[in-house]
Every structure is written in structure tokens, then in C-alpha cells.
């Protein structure tokens, strides 16, 4: 009879393409996880994947396989969850993953918040872009998702909790009056300065400004807004800032930030989670602690 210890084992093998590399994810040994693979092919009778010293390729059944053995462990998180969610709420384990552009300026404000309200909460963080944060949610390796919306995935749910206006942070070398409200047109000679492909805050404020470039954009490869300040503070260009960020990251008087004229260029913030998971109320709650710390 196959065990759910072998359909973890073999989905990690799946994601590693790798046994030395599964083995070490479920904190195995690589003989003992290899044992467990095969024992696996022998149950079904299938051949499930193509091994060399190198890699592992999975056989066409074997991505089969794999498909099922996911769906059969995100069910039995589910189950977990559901009880976990009746006993208390905001209990247990959740897996949280927040983008770059939002995790240095909630989760400061937001741990302290869940430690005394949920005490009995377990918060496992991940942060990283949206595309990959997505997946992990859609595969099980995440339970929600905090993110710019919206993501229009199938099978997923979203909730909004608030709205991200953007600033425009200039150097203040040019001596421009704070008051000046900022056109998209206003951007078109500028040497926009941006975060490398795969931030969605990229892709937002090109969504914003792009039909209006002349002149070329500036993608300095970095991951980090603080990065891309340091390059505004010292006159290389201008970027465009969540104002989520900017009293966290505006410490530097070399920087002006000025705002966008009406109709304001913004962001809709929530959080993402499968439609089938048993833990929505809990989520909601989360949410209601998020939309606390955002409108203090």
C-alpha cells in the first residue's frame, strides 16, 4: 500500500529533480529515500522516473504520478487545517508568503500584533516575487499570500485590504518644490529607475508610465528598493515608490518625494489563498490584523 511518507518523498524528488537535494528537503538520508521511490514503482507497477549520476527525468507516467501525489498531500493539508482552524483561530501553522516590496514594512508591524493576539499562532515567512509566491500557493507549499492585486488565477481567492499610492522620489538636487503634483507625462524624459524583471513593482509603475516613455529605462538589477534610492539619492535617476515604504526608506535628505496629480497611481494590496482550503475565516482574521496596522 503506498504511504503518504512516499508521496512526499517523490514529490520532492519531483521539484529537485534531484536525489541528493530531495533527500535533504524531507531530511532524510539519500539510500532511505531511494528505497522509498522504488518501493513506490514496485506498488504501482509503473517506472516513474530516469535516473543518471546528474539528474532525474520523470517518465510521462511519472508526471502523472506526481500531478496526484500533489493533489493527495494539499488535501491532507487541508485536513490539518480544518482542524486546526475549528480548535482556535489563527492557530497552528500557517505558511505565509509576502513580496519584497511589502515584507520590510508589514511584518515589523504585523508580528508583534499576531505574537499577542494569536499566541498560539506559528507564522512560517517567505518572502520573494509574486510569480513564484503564486505557485508555491497554487502546488501547497503556501498557505496564503500577501501581494499586489489582483493575480485572476483560477482557484484562488483574494481579498483586498487596502490601497498603495505611489510617490515619485527625485533627488533633491534638482530642487523641486514638494508641492509639484506629478503627470505620467512628467516621466517621459526621465531615466526611470527600476527593479530587475519578475517584481511586480516593476511591472506596475511601467504599467503606469510605459505609454508615455521616450527615453529608455534604467533596470540597475536590483532587488531591493533601498538599492534603487541609493541611485536616486546620488542623481542617477528617479523611481517610483509605494508610500507603504516611504517612511521606512526616506531617511535621506537627498531624496524629495513628490506625489502624483489625480487620478493618483496606486496599488490594491491583499491576500491570496486557494478556494478549497478550510482555513479562510482564519485568513480573513489575518487580514483584519493587516488592515489594522495599515490604517493606524
Known amino acids: 500500500m503506498l504511504t503518504v511518507k512516499q508521496l512526499r518523498y517523490f514529490v520532492a524528488v519531483q ?11 524531507v531530511c532524510v538520508s539519500q539510500p532511505a529515500l531511494s528505497m522509498q521511490i522504488r518501493d513506490m514503482e514496485k506498488e504501482l507497477g509503473l517506472s516513474l522516473m530516469e535516473r543518471n549520476a546528474h539528474h532525474v527525468r520523470l517518465t510521462p507516467e511519472g508526471e502523472e504520478v506526481a500531478e496526484r501525489a500533489n493533489e493527495i498531500l494539499r488535501a491532507l493539508q487541508d485536513l490539518r487545517d480544518y482542524a486546526e482552524q475549528v480548535a482556535a483561530p489563527l492557530s ?10 511589502l515584507a520590510p514594512y508589514i511584518l515589523p508591524k504585523l508580528l508583534p500584533v499576531l505574537a499577542t493576539q494569536y499566541p498560539k499562532l506559528q507564522l512560517d515567512l517567505r518572502e520573494t516575487v509574486t510569480a ?23 482557484g484562488l481567492e483574494e481579498l483586498e485590504i487596502f490601497e498603495d499610492h505611489f510617490l515619485l522620489a527625485v533627488s533633491s538636487a534638482r530642487q523641486i518644490d514638494e508641492r509639484t503634483k506629478i503627470g505620467p507625462g512628467d516621466l517621459a524624459k526621465e531615466n526611470l529607475l527600476l527593479l530587475e524583471e519578475g517584481h511586480c513593482l516593476r511591472d506596475q509603475t511601467l504599467s503606469f508610465c510605459g505609454s508615455t516613455r521616450q527615453s529608455g529605462t534604467a533596470n540597475v538589477g536590483a532587488t531591493s528598493i533601498a538599492t534603487v534610492l541609493h541611485m536616486v539619492a546620488a542623481g542617477y535617476g528617479v523611481t517610483v515608490l509605494p508610500q507603504i515604504c516611504a517612511d521606512t526608506e526616506i531617511a535621506d535628505d537627498r531624496i524629495t518625494l513628490l506625489r502624483f496629480a489625480e487620478p493618483k497611481a496606486s496599488r490594491r494590496i491583499g491576500l491570496i ?23 493606524e
Open 15 to 25: 521539484q529537485h529533480r534531484h536525489f541528493g537535494n530531495a533527500a535533504e528537503n
Open 92 to 101: 497552528g501553522q500557517i505558511r505565509l508568503g509576502v513580496i519584497p516590496s
Open 132 to 154: 513564484t509566491l503564486i505557485a508555491e500557493l497554487k502546488q501547497g507549499h503556501l498557505d496564503v499570500v500577501l501581494a499586489a492585486l489582483p493575480v485572476d488565477e483560477a
Open 273 to 295: 489563498w486557494r478556494k478549497t482550503s478550510p482555513k479562510s475565516q482564519d485568513y480573513k482574521a489575518l487580514a483584519a490584523c493587516l488592515h489594522s496596522i495599515t490604517n
